[in-house]
Structure formats: structure tokens, C-alpha cells
T-cell receptor, first 115, second 112 residues
Framework: EDKVVQSPLSLVVHEGDTVTLNCSYE??????LLWYKQEKKAPTFLFML????IEKKSGRLSSILDKKELFSILNITATQTGDSAIYLC???????????????FGQGTILTVHP | NAGVTQTPKFRVLKTGQSMTLLCAQD?????MYWYRQDPGMGLRLIHY???????AKGEVPDGYNVSRLKKQNFLLGLESAAPSQTSVYFC???????????FGPGTRLTVT
């Protein structure tokens, strides 16, 4: 059975701290790994990773994928209260032309940043 | 552009009642998805559609039906609601970039 596991499930930090969120996966036909940020409503897309070892960066957020060890990390440096959210990891699977873009999601990590 | 919209935003049903959730998109995306989100379980795929007139089952389809009569709309129906269907429901669409999905704001459904 396909599985995506995130850790920790929740995390409380203070502004300025650096956090690392983890995502490990076991899927039959890996295509890509995606990170989403979910505040009060809809998940919003952060990164998509398809190749090992290539870091994706956006401001204070960065992410990297290890396809050999089947995991990804999301780093947030100099955290701010606006970073408080649920961070979701999802793995995209497919089988060539029949792919329908299936995403298998992890449980999410709830990040709380205190002032 | 509105992107992905969902109606209603909230709904309370009694066990056995039926309802339809509407997802509408103005991005001309072919793929559309319905997920449910429950605490500690992430997002789980209910049904999906790869184009107008086509639908297929996802991971947790029991108790739900869907229709995609028009490309821009994807409807999720509950014929006889059960308390286990209390959840937040998200619709998503897929752009040209593989696997990047855009989500609607969600519908919070409570079945008593």
C-alpha cells in the first residue's frame, strides 16, 4: 500500500527559529514530491521536486529530495508568525500515458510559531 | 479570475439526507479531483475526472457519486449522508504542470 509519512506531526517554535519538516514515502511508481502550505482554507503549492539532490528555494523556505532514501525535507529559516500553518507533503504517482496525476498525501505537520 | 470555487462553504445534514457539492473552475483545466480531509489523516482522494464526461473512483469512493457534465464543473453527491462523512471537502484541479494541483477553499460538512 502506498504510504507518505510526515514528522513531526506538530511543532511549536519561536520567531527566528529554524525548523526542518520531514516526509518519507513508499509508493509504487514515484513521479514527483510536492509540498503544500495550508492555512485556514485551501492548501497552496510551495514546491515540486522530481530529482534527487537539487534544492528548491523560495525566500526562507527550501526543500530537497533524496530518491535513494525515499524522503524529503522542508526547511524554514528565521520563522515568522505567518509561517504558522499545516505543511502537507504529497507524492505524485502515475504510469505514463494513463497517469491521472494521483497525489498521495501525508498526515501533515502542524507548525505553530510564537512571537 | 476566481480560480477554483466551491459551494456551499458550510453545511449541516441529518443522517440519511442528500446533498450536492459544486466545484467550479475558470482555468480550463482538464483534470479535477475531490478530496476529503480528516484530522490526522491528510487528504484522501474520493473521485476524480480526467475530462468532461469522464469520472473515476479514488481511494475512498464509497457513499459518494460524481458527475462532470461540463468541463468547468465537478459535482460531488452524497445520496444518504452518514456521520462518517463529516469532514472538510476540497476540490482541486490540475494544470499543465504534472501533479501540481490547485485547491478550492473547501466545504465543511457536518452530518448529525
Amino acid at each position: 500500500e502506498d504510504k507518505v509519512v510526515q514528522s513531526p506531526l506538530s511543532l511549536v517554535v519561536h520567531e527566528g527559529d529554524t525548523v526542518t519538516l520531514n516526509c518519507s514515502y513508499e509508493v509504487t511508481n514515484f513521479r514527483s514530491l510536492l509540498w503544500y502550505k495550508q492555512e485556514k482554507k485551501a492548501p497552496t503549492f510551495l514546491f515540486m521536486l522530481t530529482s534527487s539532490g537539487i534544492e528548491k528555494k523560495s525566500g526562507r523556505l527550501s526543500s530537497i529530495l533524496d530518491k535513494k532514501e525515499l524522503f524529503s525535507i522542508l526547511n524554514i529559516t528565521a520563522t515568522q508568525t505567518g509561517d504558522s500553518a499545516i505543511y502537507l507533503c504529497a507524492v505524485g504517482e502515475g504510469a505514463g500515458g494513463t497517469s491521472y496525476g494521483k497525489l498521495t498525501f501525508g498526515q501533515g505537520t502542524i507548525l505553530t510559531v510564537h512571537p | 479570475n476566481a480560480g477554483v470555487t466551491q459551494t456551499p462553504k458550510f453545511r449541516v445534514l441529518k443522517t440519511g439526507q442528500s446533498m450536492t457539492l459544486l466545484c467550479a473552475q475558470d482555468m480550463n483545466h482538464e483534470y479535477m479531483y475531490w478530496y476529503r480531509q480528516d484530522p490526522g489523516m491528510g487528504l484522501r482522494l474520493i473521485h476524480y475526472s480526467v475530462g468532461e464526461g469522464t469520472t473515476a473512483k479514488g481511494e475512498v469512493p464509497d457513499g459518494y457519486n460524481v458527475s462532470r457534465l461540463k468541463k468547468q464543473n465537478f459535482l460531488l453527491g452524497l445520496e444518504s449522508a452518514a456521520p462518517s462523512q463529516t469532514s472538510v471537502y476540497f476540490c482541486a484541479t490540475r494544470a499543465g504542470t504534472p501533479y501540481e494541483q490547485y485547491f478550492g477553499p473547501g466545504t465543511r460538512l457536518t452530518v448529525t
